[in-house]
């Protein structure tokens, strides 16, 4: 008989407990959290390695004894960025000065007197300053750069008539790389770059020398952005 109480009793609190449940507030799925995206903003400096091959067109008494310098160049440089308010655009300035072992030679009679002299073109130093323009795909950046080139130009007579001399070479350089951040603060990265340094006047041996020089490097480098609050 108490048997039939309880399971009665059971059965008629079945809706209501169904009620009850219906009532009870529902958790809401918590939000999900926005991790913010990779901000390429900040000033930068890092160091770079690299090989150069250029190109030297000299002419000397209507001859023209070309060279094609090339060698390995090393060095550091430094920039700002700053990417535009949610933009994938990136903007940006940096220098950059390395030290180069370029050279090249090409034997030449141009000389009067000392036939099979050689002139040789070197570089000891490179730099530049160029703007850049990049597009961020977060922690990736394509970019294009483009500015002002220096180098330390030295054309060298070598043989029977010797003599050398120098001077500071100015150009324009464009180009362009794809940079990768490895981690919040540092950097890795790849670039092309194309230099012409104009032409300019030398007097080795005596003799009057004009010379014209191109550049191609490919750079190898490794960055540390520091922290900003942009």
């Not at 903007?91 to 002299?117: M, Q």
């Not at 703007?131 to 950046?141: E, N, P």
């Not at 092309?192 to 006047?201: A, C, H, I, K």
Request: glycine share 14%; no cysteine.
């Amino acid at each position: 008989m108490f048997r039939r109480f309880w399971l009665s009793s059971a059965i008629a609190l079945l809706p209501a407990g169904a009620a009850f449940a219906a009532d009870m507030p529902v958790a809401e799925p918590a939000a999900p959290v926005t991790v913010p995206s990779f901000s390429w903003s900040g000033a930068y400096v890092g160091a770079q390695v690299g090989y150069d091959w250029m190109d030297a067109d000299n002419r000397v008494n209507g001859f023209k004894p070309g060279s094609k310098p090339d060698g390995f160049t090393a060095g550091g440089f430094a920039g700002l960025n700053y990417q535009l308010d949610n933009s994938p655009l990136v903007l940006g300035v940096e220098a950059d000065l390395n030290y180069s072992d370029a050279k090249g030679a090409s034997r030449t009679r141009a000389i009067t007197g000392a036939p099979n002299v050689k002139i040789q073109n070197s570089f000891d130093w490179t730099g530049a300053v160029r703007g850049r323009v990049g597009y961020a795909f977060d922690r990736f950046l394509v970019y294009g750069a483009g500015g002002v080139a220096f180098a330390d130009h030295d054309v060298k007579a070598k043989g029977a008539a010797g003599g050398s001399d120098d001077t500071i070479a100015v150009g324009w350089t464009i180009g362009g790389g794809v940079e990768a951040a490895l981690t919040d603060n540092v950097t890795a990265r790849v670039e092309y770059r194309y230099s012409d340094f104009g032409t300019d006047s030398f007097s080795v041996a005596n003799t009057r020398v004009k010379s014209d020089v191109t550049d191609n490097r490919v750079m190898l480098g490794l960055g540390y952005k520091f922290s900003t609050g942009w």
